[in-house]
């Protein structure tokens, strides 16, 4: 079974950055679309930003438009996420997610990056 592996999370001030990375454990699976989520402890998990590949549009959460970005490579099934200007309240595991079937949810997921940003 195909998953997703996420790479990029630590430990990092206030106001400062870090890029986040994902792919596919092995080979690709040919996705319509990725996205990032993200869950802190006690709290539900939030969806953050999604990239579909064939509208080659992107769209984010309203607690980070403007300060989280998302790219990828429809071909390598692969997805960033670039944070910048991270707040204490960004402190969660970041999971990326693929969308594997046209219509459907998200199906392949990844195991999870801590972020941490310190005050």
């Known amino acids: 079974q195909v998953n997703l592996v996420e790479s990029g999370g630590g430990l990092v001030r206030a106001g400062g950055s870090l890029r986040l990375s994902c792919a596919a454990s092995?080979?690709?699976?040919?996705?319509?679309?990725m996205a990032w989520f993200r869950q802190a402890p006690g709290k539900e998990r939030e969806f953050l930003a999604r990239?579909?590949?064939?509208?080659?549009?992107?769209s984010y959460a309203d607690a980070v438009k403007g300060r989280f970005t998302i790219s990828g490579n429809n071909a390598k099934d692969t997805t960033s996420l670039q944070l910048n200007d991270l707040k204490p309240e960004d402190t969660a595991t970041y999971y990326c997610?693929?969308?594997?079937?046209?219509?459907?949810?998200?199906?392949?997921w990844g195991q999870g990056t801590q972020v941490t940003v310190s005050s």
């Open positions: 990239i579909f590949w064939s509208a080659r549009s992107r």
């Open positions: 092995e080979g690709t699976f040919g996705s319509y679309a």
């Open positions: 997610a693929a969308q594997t079937k046209n219509g459907g949810g998200y199906d392949v």
